[in-house]
């Protein structure tokens, strides 16, 4: 059960002692991060930044602020995510607004921009026109934060959810590449045509059978969003089938990676006519990030 979180805050606690209480309750919690948790929820509950909250530390609470920081608090203690609770999640430097039918987006999935901006420089510069397709694009947050790399490259995000859609439209717009966006209710790529020079996605990909074993925070994600099948690999079928439909010659496929899940990954490519790439790892040396592109026919 949650802390008494009324009991944390007092109107006349400074700025600081809300910071340091907040913390050590969740570090009694055994929240993974107790000090970044609770230093962005004192900092929304009094609308202040990370500069603010160190000038203002000494700074005293009144009734209204101790009441909204506690409620904040008493929704961390029951697990929900800060990303959830302040429906915001930075990624690749930028702020994404989130609703109920996106995933929160990770650390560990900006090694997939990191492999697909490396399949560009291979190929080209950088400032070329690009066609991008980002499947299963939830927030957004592939298609966009590739878009802010390649200034003249546009892109459409899929997904089978319209809320979903609705989120990255508009993340798109905020943060500056609407002109250059599309976005299409499908499956994958399944409405789409062909000629991508880059194809992105990360699929659901956890077994149907693990999902219950997740940590509360990452079961507060949709369904949806997580469940890859019985052995996690069902969206890979999927996109193996329809990428070389897609892609242009010499374009390139980058999908993010479970744990273990390379091997039996690069099988389904090879066997839909695609060439892996070993995988790119992520900061914890875990393969992450399956570059991959369509075999050429040789006369």
């Given at each position: 059960m949650p802390?008494?979180?009324?009991?944390?805050f007092?109107?006349?606690?400074?700025?600081?002692?809300?910071?340091r209480?907040?913390?050590e309750?969740f570090?009694?919690?055994?929240?993974?991060?107790?000090?970044?948790d609770a230093?962005?929820?004192v900092?929304?509950?009094?609308?202040?930044?990370?500069t603010?909250?160190?000038?203002?530390s000494?700074?005293?609470?009144g009734?209204?602020a101790?009441?909204?920081?506690?409620a904040?608090?008493?929704?961390?203690?029951e697990?929900?995510?800060v990303a959830?609770i302040l429906?915001?999640?930075e990624?690749?430097?930028l702020?994404?607004r989130?609703n109920?039918?996106?995933?929160v987006p990770?650390?560990?999935?900006e090694?997939?921009?990191?492999?697909?901006?490396?399949a560009?420089?291979s190929?080209g510069?950088?400032?070329?026109?690009l066609r991008?397709?980002?499947?299963?694009t939830?927030?957004?947050?592939?298609?966009?934060?590739l878009l802010?790399?390649?200034p003249?490259?546009?892109?459409i995000?899929?997904?089978?959810?319209?809320?979903?859609?609705?989120?990255?439209?508009?993340?798109a717009g905020?943060?500056?590449?609407a002109?250059?966006?599309?976005?299409?209710?499908?499956?994958?790529?399944?409405?789409?045509?062909?000629g991508?020079d880059?194809?992105?996605?990360?699929?659901p990909?956890i077994?149907?059978?693990?999902?219950?074993?997740?940590?509360?925070?990452?079961?507060?994600?949709p369904?949806?969003?997580l469940?890859?099948?019985a052995d996690?690999?069902?969206?890979?079928?999927?996109?193996?089938?329809?990428?070389?439909?897609l892609?242009?010659?010499?374009?390139?496929?980058?999908?993010e990676?479970?744990?273990?899940?390379?091997p039996?990954?690069?099988?389904?490519?090879?066997?839909?006519g695609?060439?892996?790439s070993?995988?790119?790892?992520?900061?914890?040396?875990?393969?992450?990030?399956?570059?991959?592109?369509v075999?050429?026919?040789?006369?």
């Amino acid at each position: 059960m949650p802390a008494p979180t009324r009991e944390l805050f007092a109107p006349g606690m400074t700025v600081a002692q809300a910071r340091r209480a907040l913390t050590e309750a969740f570090r009694q919690a055994e929240l993974d991060s107790p000090e970044l948790d609770a230093r962005l929820l004192v900092g929304h509950a009094l609308g202040l930044d990370h500069t603010g909250l160190t000038i203002d530390s000494g700074r005293s609470l009144g009734g209204d602020a101790a009441h909204a920081l506690a409620a904040l608090a008493t929704r961390r203690l029951e697990r929900k995510p800060v990303a959830r609770i302040l429906g915001v999640k930075e990624f690749w430097g930028l702020p994404l607004r989130l609703n109920d039918a996106t995933l929160v987006p990770r650390p560990e999935t900006e090694t997939v921009v990191e492999a697909a901006l490396a399949a560009i420089d291979s190929t080209g510069s950088r400032d070329r026109a690009l066609r991008i397709a980002d499947l299963g694009t939830g927030s957004g947050a592939l298609l966009i934060a590739l878009l802010t790399e390649l200034p003249n490259a546009a892109g459409i995000g899929t997904d089978v959810s319209r809320d979903a859609l609705a989120a990255a439209r508009g993340n798109a717009g905020r943060l500056g590449v609407a002109a250059r966006t599309e976005f299409a209710i499908c499956d994958f790529g399944a409405a789409l045509t062909g000629g991508f020079d880059l194809v992105v996605s990360n699929p659901p990909y956890i077994a149907s059978a693990d999902i219950g074993t997740l940590s509360p925070e990452v079961r507060h994600d949709p369904r949806s969003a997580l469940d890859g099948g019985a052995d996690g690999l069902d969206c890979y079928r999927t996109i193996a089938g329809q990428a070389p439909g897609l892609l242009k010659p010499n374009g390139g496929l980058v999908v993010e990676l479970g744990i273990g899940q390379e091997p039996a990954v690069a099988t389904l490519f090879r066997a839909a006519g695609l060439i892996p790439s070993p995988a790119r790892l992520d900061l914890l040396g875990i393969p992450r990030a399956l570059p991959a592109r369509v075999a050429t026919m040789t006369p």
